[in-house]
């Protein structure tokens, strides 16, 4: 089983929309969460990552995290074609960072 | 930015056949890590390490080896490929310490026929 959850599998935003990406995990010991984007032909890149509750915002992009549904979700406001990829969630226990465990991911298509 | 390259970009085999893609990182960092990404099941690890000769069991580890010869360079070995190792292979690389960002290489495509 997939433990850690992604939604939905694809979505398509105008240019200059918001686009929003959820993740949750189904192991409590997840505590740190990332958000990674692959572009086409590409391996991920990290956006951001997120270990308390609450929001973190870095330029365009906002994520939120409520360990207590363990729930972590993204927002990238003014969507740009550019912005148009796989995006990963990913997550990690405080006790093993080392042992990093994606979700399945969600595709982004931006349309000018 | 960390550089992790890997080798080959392209690897095309046979049932049965023998293969090794090879990863190397730049940029000092202690923990390296193979993925394996397939459609409906993201990234899911195979085998990661801490350092030169240490080798830890990820979450698909059948059918493959892995050795980390120095700090710089971990191997992914397929005795035995089978057509379920089809799949698009990442490299990654870390540095040490708690909840750190992977830098990824750029993936090699393998097929087995």
């Known amino acids: 089983q997939q433990k850690v959850q992604q939604s939905p599998e694809s979505l398509s935003v105008p240019e200059g929309g918001m686009a929003s990406f959820n993740c949750t995990s189904s192991d409590r010991n997840f505590q740190y969460f990332w958000w990674y984007r692959q572009h086409s032909g590409e391996g991920p890149k990290a956006l951001m990552?997120?270990?308390?509750?609450g929001d973190k915002k870095e330029g365009r992009f906002t994520a939120h995290l409520n360990k207590a549904s363990l729930h972590v979700s993204l927002h990238i406001r003014d969507s740009q074609p550019s912005d148009s990829a796989l995006y990963f969630c990913?997550?990690?226990?405080?006790?093993?960072?080392?042992?990093?465990?994606f979700g399945t991911g969600t595709r982004l298509q931006v349309s000018p | 930015e960390a550089a992790v390259t890997q080798s080959p970009r392209n690897k095309v085999t046979v049932t049965g056949g023998n293969v090794t893609l090879s990863c190397r990182q730049t940029n000092s960092h202690n923990y390296m890590y193979w993925y394996r990404q397939d459609t409906g099941h993201g990234l899911r690890l195979i085998h990661y390490?801490?350092?030169?000769?240490?080798?830890q069991i990820g979450d698909v580890p059948d059918g493959y080896k892995a050795t980390r010869t120095t700090q710089e360079d971990f191997f992914l070995l397929l005795e035995l490929a089978s057509p379920s190792q089809t799949s698009l292979y990442f490299c990654?690389?870390?540095?040490?310490?708690?909840?750190?960002?992977?830098?990824f290489g750029s993936g090699t495509r393998l097929t087995v026929l």
């Open positions: 990913a997550a990690s226990e405080p006790s093993n960072t080392d042992k990093v465990v």
């Open positions: 390490s801490y350092g030169a000769g240490n080798l």
């Open positions: 990654a690389s870390s540095d040490w310490g708690r909840a750190e960002t992977l830098y």
């Open positions: 990552s997120i270990f308390s509750d």
